[in-house]
């Protein structure tokens, strides 16, 4: 069965620094992998995919994240935080082009 | 705007009602999925259609929940005999199917229920 892990339900940083987000997967084959973010009582927004072409994927809002298949992780990465960065964010797997199974997600709190 | 809709945005009902909710795909987008986010936790899958099949519908919480795209276009998912434990945000995603290149899902805002 495939799941998704995010290991922090909170992280905080200060407006400047850098910001990390992780992310596990399990699955028994070449996973498609997906970060989304989520501001309050929004819907959900594609920060960036991999799909098995570079493991090293850019995304939007100048968010990255690198696939890593011998540590099973897709850790998300910018290397600024702004405060409009503060949201829930939400990796996710996809099973076969059909559903999207996500983790608990994150919710990232920048500090002035 | 040429995003995923969802109609009503927001809908509060008493236990026992029935209530339909409504989502607009992209328009070329022939795969149309419902997800049911509750507080502080992921989005987690309910149902999808490929153009007006349904083609995954084990995960339906109950047989109170079903879900209908009969042209193909929009779809509807209804909820009958809620309970308080329906009140969530229940989300509709579109995609197009693609040999190569993944498939990547579009969410809509969300549709939020509250169940007095």
């Known amino acids: 069965a495939q799941s998704v892990t995010q290991l922090d339900s909170h992280v905080s940083v200060s407006e400047g620094t850098p910001v990390l987000l992780r992310c596990n997967y399990s699955?028994?084959?070449?996973?498609?992998l997906f970060w989304y973010v989520q501001h309050p009582n929004k819907g959900l927004q594609l920060l960036l995919k991999?799909?098995?072409?570079?493991?090293l994927v850019k995304g939007i809002n100048g968010f990255e994240a690198e696939f890593k298949k011998s540590e099973t992780s897709f850790h998300l990465t910018k290397p600024s935080a702004h405060m409009s960065d503060a949201a829930e964010y939400f990796c996710?797997?996809?099973?076969?082009?059909?559903?999207?199974?996500f983790g608990g997600g994150t919710r990232l709190m920048v500090k002035p | 705007d040429t995003g995923v809709s969802q109609n009503p945005r927001h809908k509060i009902t008493k236990r026992g009602q029935n209530v339909t909710f409504r989502c607009d795909p992209i328009s070329e987008h022939n795969r149309l999925y419902w997800y049911r986010q509750t507080l502080g936790q992921g989005p987690e899958f309910l149902t999808y259609f490929q153009n007006e099949a349904q083609l995954e519908k084990s995960r339906l919480l109950s047989d109170r929940f079903s879900a209908e795209r009969p042209k193909g276009s929009f779809s509807t998912l209804e909820i009958q005999r809620t309970e308080q434990g329906d009140s969530a945000m229940y989300l509709c995603?579109?995609?197009?199917?693609?040999?190569?290149?993944?498939?990547?899902?579009?969410f809509g805002p969300g549709t939020r229920l509250t169940v007095l």
């Open positions: 991999y799909t098995s072409a570079a493991t």
């Open positions: 699955s028994s084959y070449s996973p498609s």
């Open positions: 995603a579109s995609s197009l199917l693609q040999l190569a290149g993944g498939v990547t899902q579009y």
């Open positions: 996710a797997h996809n099973n076969a082009g059909n559903m999207l199974t």
